[in-house]
């Protein structure tokens, strides 16, 4: 399923050199950066990661509050409010940890020297998959 929650507003507050980010509009929603661009990173993904795991759960997602609804309600004069877009398809895509099966060929030879050595096949090809994209 795919959401795009372009609106969610986030507040963002300088302090003791770090800066706090909550989102009204998603409970329990608070993350943190070292510079503001670091905290709009942080807010993207902590926004993505909470509604992924309410599409998870089957939890409903709230609607957006109006950005002036936010600003009036929550705004202090010290703080920034901006809005953050957020793609649970993106975040899915980059973060799930389901196996996924491929097919994949192998030379003859090697498939027999693999098989007689018990070789973990899916181990293997994930390492060299890590190795090979330096993650």
Known sequence: MKIKYSDANAIFTREDGTILVSVPDLPGLHTFGNSMADALFMAQDAIEM???DAENNGETIPTASNPEKIIKKYK????V???????TDEYRRQN???????????PAWLNHQAEKANA???????KGLKEYLHI
């Open 50 to 52: 909470w509604l992924w």
């Open 76 to 79: 202090k004069p010290d703080q």
């Open 81 to 87: 409010v901006s809005m953050v877009a957020a793609d």
């Open 96 to 106: 799930d940890t389901r196996a996924v099966k491929k097919t994949l060929s192998i």
């Open 120 to 126: 973990p096949f899916s181990q293997i090809l994930q």
